[in-house]
């Protein structure tokens, strides 16, 4: 029951933070702050998806993702964050395309989904699990989500990047300790680092992977 307690207590911490953060801060005065996300649409390209194909942004934030997603004319996107202030402000964003988003409000990891992705996308929010037993519950999660032969594409602080982020610790990640984590349901297809420039004129480097999913 205390454990039971702990977690939680522990979920509701982690949304008070985030609700915080995107009620107090405009997008530019994030660190992860991106105009346009260059590289996940590179890697989306790279899959070569139907537009029909169901996507998932996770942990996505009030992130541009989402824009160039519906610019292409895909039609099933799915946006998930632990933050409804995050979710308000896309939607604001968007106006009337709205609409067409499936929003979820969801800690990532009790998020149980009712259909399969073939693309599942995660920039900077998969490096806040810094626990073996988190870390476990977001694969089989994401495993359990992803179609045979689907895709998975994650953003993490490589080992180069930085420890902290939003105040909060986070997992730095090489593209071998990536590559082990996912090996037994995926095939990876390449890793790139990358240096992100914040709003703030300082740099982070990021890890990029992309895997498919076994069938």
Excluded at 29 to 47: N, R
Excluded at 50 to 58: C, G, R
Excluded at 172 to 198: G, P, R, V, W
């Amino acid at each position: 029951m205390l454990l039971l307690i702990s977690k939680v207590m522990e979920t509701f911490s982690n949304k008070d933070h985030w609700e915080n953060v995107f009620a107090t801060k405009a997008e530019n005065e994030v660190s992860w702050y991106q105009p346009i996300p260059k590289t996940s649409i590179a890697f989306l390209e790279t899959c070569n998806l139907p537009l029909d194909a169901n996507i998932i942004d996770v942990g996505a934030g009030d992130s541009h993702f989402v824009d160039v997603l519906l610019e292409k004319g895909y039609h099933n996107i799915y946006i998930l964050d632990i933050s409804a202030n995050a979710i308000d402000r896309a939607k604001k964003r968007l106006g009337d395309k709205a609409n067409q988003i499936n929003w979820i409000v969801s800690d990532i990891l009790d998020f149980k989904p009712n259909v399969k992705f073939d693309l599942w996308h995660d920039r900077a929010s998969f490096h806040f699990l810094t626990s073996d037993e988190k870390i476990n519950q977001y694969l089989t999660i994401s495993q359990n989500a992803i179609t045979s032969n689907g895709f998975l594409t994650i953003g993490t602080f490589s080992e180069k990047g930085p420890t902290k982020c939003s105040a909060l610790q986070v997992k730095q990640y090489t593209e071998t300790s990536m590559t082990e984590l996912f090996k037994t349901n995926f095939d990876k297809i390449k890793c790139i680092s990358e240096d992100h420039a914040t709003p703030f004129n300082t740099v982070q480097n990021f890890l990029f992977c992309s895997f498919k999913r076994k069938a």
